[in-house]
């Protein structure tokens, strides 16, 4: 079935540690991707996309992604992070031929450790 | 400028009652989607308007209905509430096409008793 997976409901990481969220895929074609924050009570903040190029994408507040289409994957990593990063991440993607809409993945909740 | 804004933020109905959410989109855009968000089912894609015309639609009952204004301005409606339509609905607007980026309201938390 065609699907998002995001294999981590929730990370814990201390502050200055790396971060890796992963996101996969399984649409035939190359779809949009998309990866949004939602901190609590509040709407979804749009981290960083990718539809074509360079596979390496840089976001806000320091975010980066790697689309490999080999793997199917397009995984966040952020080098250091900060206390304020502790949010639940969505990665999303519009499938081709497939309208204008999203298919979210479940989310991945990051705890950030003092 | 002005982000995406929705009312109410909070809103509490019974079963069985109708509610009429409203969506106000960044200045220029004219593309508006509605999503729900609840803890067991995720984000899902309700309906997406353009131009005041439905572009696309997502696997809801026909209780969930939306229209949008010639100003961009959307509404959606929930008729005969059930507890299970209990969810933050969020509204995302865009300029045209998905390519632009949606950007998100803070959403609507309806909670049916």
């Known amino acids: 079935a065609q699907s998002v997976t995001q294999p981590d409901i929730h990370i814990t990481v201390s502050e200055g540690a790396s971060l890796e969220l992963r996101c996969n895929y399984s649409?035939?074609?190359?779809?949009?991707l998309f990866w949004y924050v939602q901190s609590p009570g509040q709407g979804l903040q749009l981290l960083l996309k990718y539809f074509s190029g360079d596979t390496l994408v840089q976001g806000i507040k320091g975010f980066e992604a790697e689309f490999k289409r080999s793997q199917s994957s397009f995984n966040l990593r952020k080098p250091s992070v900060h206390w304020s990063d502790a949010a639940e991440y969505f990665c999303a993607v519009v499938p081709e031929n497939y309208g204008q809409n999203f298919v979210f993945g479940p989310g991945t909740r990051l705890s950030v450790l003092p | 400028k002005a982000g995406v804004t929705q009312t109410p933020r909070y809103l509490i109905k019974t079963r069985g009652q109708q509610v009429t959410l409203s969506c106000s989109p960044i200045?220029?855009?004219?593309?508006v989607s509605w999503y729900q968000q609840t803890p067991g089912q995720g984000l899902q894609f309700l309906f997406e308007?353009?131009?005041?015309?439905?572009?696309n639609k997502g696997n809801f009952p026909g209780r969930f209905s939306g229209r949008q204004f010639s100003n961009s301005r959307s509404e959606m409606n929930v008729s005969t509430l059930e507890l299970g339509d209990s969810a933050l609905y969020l509204c995302?607007?865009?300029?045209?096409?998905?390519?632009?980026?949606?950007?998100f309201g803070s959403g609507t938390r309806l909670t049916v008793v």
């Open positions: 200045s220029g855009h004219r593309s």
């Open positions: 649409y035939g074609a190359t779809p949009y």
């Open positions: 995302a607007s865009s300029r045209d096409r998905v390519g632009y980026g949606y950007t």
């Open positions: 308007y353009f131009s005041e015309t439905q572009r």
